[in-house]
């Protein structure tokens, strides 16, 4: 199985393809509202502390498994565990983290089928003239109409599973490197137009003078969720892409280079989001339409809005693609590890996860009133659940894994930094983070 087993075609293509399943919605959708619901500069430091923490150097852990175990994440932490003298049982973690991106890729593809649909209203001048009441107004109104988000989310899904079935190495590589830099260009672009706005200063002091009177440990369980969920870390899904990484690349300088882009994209989609809400005097706090509502009022006075609103909505599905393509790998390799071809895992996966999709499209209607767990309907739980607890979880036992269960010589090689670059990661990910989570997760559930 190892011989057959794809590669990236070279270190620059393994580093785009990390960086493609890091930046996505989490950047663009995702930070800003679960910003704004914890009050702005407190989380966004604990975040940013996190991902230094816990998101980097578990980052690390999980590729490293992936790269020494050159199969699937089920596989790989089987074969390494044995190596070790350890015991298989290890290899279900690798299910846990198909489990986990399995819940994601529901509300993903969801919320991606809306940005799809905002891109074709764009383009078509649809926001033009609006007033930000009129915006939210016609948010709500897409949101209760469920044909319509059903169908975005069936396309969204058609196109990813298309790309999966096709193999990692061949259009999507090339497709991201063409677009992504456009993308962080335009976020360049929106962030330096914020500056003319009223709104900018109040943004920029909200987002940047912390006051901690207000954070509770449930503030630490959201930071800590959203740094796993935006790295990509947590889900078995970078083990997956680890596997397909080339020889002679040190590992660090990689996962380096991605945290610092993904955190760069949060921060300018962040400034440039809030300092609309702050002109238009919105609720910083709106939650999961934000993204949605402030981006078309922030296009409507800009020179030629509703081409630019157009082209970043674009910009962001194709952001959105390759995560998600991400997203689906654990699952498909999964599927392939246990005998099947890849064509046919991506058409299991693909119908699975719609199915589990449409009960997030219909949470926004026929179901909104359907509470699974507490006050949250299915949408509420499948989006904030498998990030916050999964996620965190997962990337817990995946460094335990690492840093104490698997072959020492393993972990080194497939580092790739050097005997020093080892142990200094080793004792971050023994002594900072593994203890880090383990006290996170234990006072938010008390
Ligand atoms: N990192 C992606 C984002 O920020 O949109 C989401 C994600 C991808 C989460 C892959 C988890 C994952 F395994
Ligand atoms: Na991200």
């Known amino acids: 199985m190892n011989q057959t087993l794809e590669r990236w075609s070279s270190r620059r293509a393994f580093i785009l393809a990390v960086t493609g399943a890091a930046v996505g919605l989490g950047n663009i959708w995702r930070f800003p509202y679960i910003t704004g619901e914890n009050g702005g500069a407190a989380f966004l430091l604990i975040y940013i502390g996190f991902v230094v923490l816990l998101g980097l150097p578990v980052m690390m852990a999980e590729i490293l498994v992936g790269r020494a175990g050159r199969s699937s994440p089920m596989l790989s932490l089987g074969k390494l565990a044995r190596q070790a003298g350890r015991s298989e049982h290890w290899r279900w973690l690798g299910l846990f983290g198909a489990f986990t991106v399995f819940c994601i890729l529901s509300f993903y593809s969801v919320v991606s089928g809306w940005a799809m649909d905002f891109m074709v209203t764009?383009?078509?001048?649809?926001?033009?003239?609006?007033?930000?009441?009129?915006?939210?107004?016609?948010?709500?109104?897409?949101?209760?109409?469920?044909?319509?988000?059903?169908?975005?989310?069936?396309?969204?899904?058609?196109?990813?599973?298309?790309?999966?079935?096709?193999?990692?190495?061949?259009?999507?590589?090339?497709?991201?490197?063409?677009?992504?830099?456009?993308?962080?260009?335009?976020?360049?672009?929106?962030?330096?137009?914020?500056?003319?706005?009223?709104?900018?200063?109040?943004?920029?002091?909200?987002?940047?003078?912390?006051?901690?009177?207000?954070?509770?440990?449930?503030?630490?369980?959201?930071?800590?969720?959203?740094?796993?969920?935006?790295?990509?870390?947590?889900?078995?899904?970078?083990?997956?892409?680890?596997?397909?990484?080339?020889?002679?690349?040190?590992?660090?300088?990689?996962?380096?280079?991605?945290?610092?882009?993904?955190?760069?994209?949060?921060?300018?989609?962040?400034?440039?989001?809030?300092?609309?809400?702050?002109?238009?005097?919105?609720?910083?706090?709106?939650?999961?339409g934000l993204m949605f509502i402030t981006l078309p009022v922030a296009f409507a006075d800009l020179p030629f809005g509703a081409f630019w609103l157009g082209l970043f909505f674009l910009l962001l599905v194709l952001a959105t693609w390759t995560s998600s393509i991400n997203l689906a790998e654990p699952i498909v390799a999964t599927l392939i590890g246990w005998g099947m071809t890849r064509r046919r895992a991506a058409l299991v996966t693909g119908v699975c996860v719609w199915l589990v999709g449409m009960l997030c499209v219909l949470s926004f209607s026929t179901l909104s009133d359907f509470h699974v767990l507490g006050s949250m309907n299915f949408f509420d739980v499948v989006s904030t659940i498998p990030p916050e607890i999964f996620l965190p979880l997962g990337g817990l036992l995946i460094a335990i894994f690492a840093a104490w269960v698997m072959p020492e010589q393993e972990a080194l090689r497939a580092l790739d930094a050097g005997p020093n670059g080892f142990r200094l990661w080793r004792i971050v990910l023994r002594w900072i983070s593994i203890p880090l989570v383990i006290v996170v997760l234990i006072s938010g559930l008390v």
């Open 122 to 288: 764009a383009f078509s001048g649809g926001f033009q003239g609006m007033s930000a009441d009129q915006v939210g107004a016609g948010f709500g109104d897409f949101l209760a109409n469920p044909l319509r988000m059903a169908m975005d989310h069936t396309l969204f899904l058609v196109l990813t599973m298309l790309v999966v079935a096709a193999g990692v190495s061949k259009g999507l590589e090339r497709l991201n490197n063409l677009l992504m830099p456009a993308l962080y260009l335009l976020l360049f672009v929106l962030a330096g137009h914020a500056i003319s706005m009223d709104g900018f200063g109040p943004a920029l002091e909200w987002l940047f003078t912390p006051d901690f009177s207000a954070v509770t440990p449930m503030v630490f369980i959201h930071a800590m969720g959203h740094a796993f969920f935006t790295l990509a870390v947590g889900a078995c899904a970078l083990m997956a892409y680890g596997a397909y990484m080339p020889d002679h690349q040190s590992l660090p300088g990689a996962a380096a280079a991605v945290a610092i882009l993904d955190v760069i994209v949060a921060l300018l989609a962040g400034i440039a989001i809030f300092s609309v809400v702050f002109t238009q005097g919105m609720d910083p706090g709106e939650g999961p």
